[in-house]
């Protein structure tokens, strides 16, 4: 059984930094590309980042400068290096796996989640 477990999330100060962690058991992980997205409060999921397994990477326009995503396929973990965190990043953040690289700002096309982690960035 696949699970995605989130970890490092918290409440910070604008400004401040955190890294979020997600751990991937179940699978070869190593096979997978591996997204962040994130959900505010009454607000649509949007993508956030992504790493294929050849090691590209994608990230949404706002966080580009600022969040770093690097992954560890001996761990099976990918991270999220978020620097310079803004109100605005306050949300709940989740890792994602899917099999294919091709649309992976489609949370839709993602076929494992884990729960989240909530991130607050207060001004």
């Known amino acids: 059984q696949v699970q995605l477990v989130e970890s490092g999330g918290g409440l910070v100060q604008a400004g401040d930094s955190l890294r979020l962690s997600c751990a991937d058991t179940?699978?070869?992980?190593?096979?997978?590309?591996m997204g962040w997205f994130r959900q505010a409060l009454g607000k649509e999921r949007e993508f956030v980042a992504a790493?294929?397994?050849?090691?590209?990477?994608y990230y949404r326009d706002s966080v580009k400068g600022r969040f770093t995503i690097s992954r560890d396929n001996a761990k099976a973990v990918v991270y999220l290096q978020m620097n310079n965190l803004k109100p605005e990043d306050t949300a709940v953040y989740y890792c994602?796996?899917?099999?294919?690289?091709?649309?992976?700002?489609?949370?839709?096309?993602?076929?494992?989640w884990g729960q989240g982690t909530q991130v607050t960035v207060s001004s």
């Open positions: 790493i294929n397994s050849n090691g590209g990477i």
């Open positions: 994602a796996a899917k099999l294919l690289s091709s649309g992976y700002t489609d949370g839709t096309l993602y076929r494992n």
């Open positions: 179940g699978h070869t992980f190593s096979n997978y590309l």
